[in-house]
C-alpha cells in the first residue's frame, strides 16, 4: 500500500514540483498518472521508492516512512522501470543485465539462475539471453529494461511512459502483461500521455496539473469529461470524442471500450433501421 | 556538481555580461600574469580583493561564491602539499616565512579559480564561439568547444538519471571500501558514455542535414564590437600590467612576517 500525504517536494534549484498531493494506492490496484509535461508526475512517483523524499509531508510504503529506509531496501518491493532504457542497460550480456539487480538484492545464484529464465521467457527474450543489450533494437532494449526490474518479481511496479516508442502490437502485448500482473494482485502504477493506451486498460486515473491532482477517479469518468481533460490538455481518446458528437442522438457518453462502443451502435443502428 | 554550477553561464543582463568576450579573456590573462609575477601574501590579497566589485556589479555573487566552494579541496591540497614539502625538507621545522609562502600560493591558486569562474559565469557559450572565430581559430574547433560547454549541464542531468535508474535496481553508491566504490560507479558511466555518444552522432547527423560546413566562408548573426565599457575595461587592464610591472622591478614588497 502506497500513502502520500500533503507531499510537497522542491528541487535543489527551487522550483517547486509538488505543492501538497496526497494519494493512497491499495495492493492490487492499477493506476495512470497522467498530465502535461511539467506536471509534476514523475517527480511524484519517484517518491514511491525513496529515489526523491518529501521537502512537506510523507510516503509511507507498507506502513513504512519512505526517509527511514534506503532506495535499495524500498526498490526490494517497489520495481521503477525508467522511460529511457539507455538510462540502465550497461552489461555484456542480457542475461547479466537481468542479473544485476538480483545481485545487489544478494540473491543465491541457483535462485537468480531461475529468476533470468522466468523473466527472459515472460518478455520473449530468450533468444537474445548471450546477445549485447546495445546491439537489440529500441523495443527490445525497453523489453529488457523491464525484464530487468520484473526479475526480482516486486510486490509494487512503476513504469515511467512504458508506450513511448513502442508500436502498437507492442503496446498490447505490455497492456496484457499488466493485466497478467493485475491478476496476481500487483499494483502496477502507470505514468503517460498516451490517452489511448489508458482508454484500452481502463485503469484509475489519476490527474496531475502543476504539482498538484485535479482529478482522482474511474478512467471511464475521469477520460470521458471533456472539462477535467481540459484542464491538463489531454484530449479525449477517440472512441470518446465520436460518442461525443453523437450526444444528440441520445447516446450514453461514458464509452471508452471499443467492444461497447460497437455493441452501442449496432443496437442504435438496428432500432433506426426498423 | 557544485563546481560545475560555479562556472555555468546564466542569462544576467549586467555591464560586465553586456563586455566584450575577447577584451574579458586579456583581462583574465592579465590577472593570471599578475599572479604567477608575485608570489607575496600582499599584492595577491590585492588582486583577490579588486575582482569582488566585478563580481557584485554581474551579479553572480551566489553562484560565484560556489565556484570557489569547489575550489576548495584542491586549495586544501595545494596548502598541505607546500607545507608538507618545507617541513621534511627543511629538516622537519616550519619557518614563519615558508607558511606565508605555503599561504600566498594556496592565494594565487584562488585568485586564478576567482577570474576564470568571474569570465564563465558572465559570458555566454555563443559569445565565446564568437570570440575564438574572430580570433582565427578555424570554425570547426570554434563549434566543438562551445558544443562541449553547452553539453556539460546537459550531461550532469543525464547522470543524476542513471544513478537514480541504477539505484532503482539496488545499486548503492556509498557502499563497500575504496575500490569497491569506483567500482560502483560502471554502471552510471557506461550508459552516461554511450549516450554521449549516441547524441553526438544524432547531433553530427542533424547538423550535415542543415548545410553544416557547406560554405568555407560563414556569416554570423551577431557581430562582436567594442563599446565604451570594454575601452574602459582596456584601460584597466593597462592600468593592471603597467602596475604590476612597476612593482616588480621597482618596490620591494615587504612579507607579513617582516611587518609584524
Redesign the interface.
Known sequence: MIEAENVHYSYPSKVEALKGVSITIKDGEFVAIMGQNGAGKSTFVKHFNGLLKPTVGSVKIDGVETTKSSVAALARNVGFVFQNPDHQLFSETVEEEIAFALKNFGLEPEIIEKRIDWALNLLSLTQYRKTSPFLLSGGERKRVALASVLAWDPKTLILDEPTIGQDHEQKEKLRQFIMQLQTQKKTVVIVTHDVEFVAECNPRVVLMKEGKIVADGEGKEILTDPATLELSSIVLPQIAQVFAKLSDLGLPKDIIDIYEAKAILLKEAWRRGK | MSVFDGLKFRKVISPIHNLDPRMKFIYVIAIFVAAIVFFQIIPLLFLFVMQIPFVLLARVQKQWLRSLRGAAFLAVVIFSVNIATTFFTKGYTLPPEDIERAVSMTLRFVVLVESFSVFFLTTSPDHLGLALENSRVPYEFAFAFTTAVRFVPVLAE?AQ??M?????????LEKGGLLKRIRNY??VL??LI??AI?RSLELAEAMESRAWGATKKRSNLYALKLHRGDYGLLAIIVGILAVTVYIYFFVPIPTIVSLL
Open positions: 543525464e538519471t542513471i537514480d535508474a541504477q539505484k532503482a535496481r539496488g545499486l548503492e560502471i554502471p557506461i550508459p554511450v549516450s549516441r
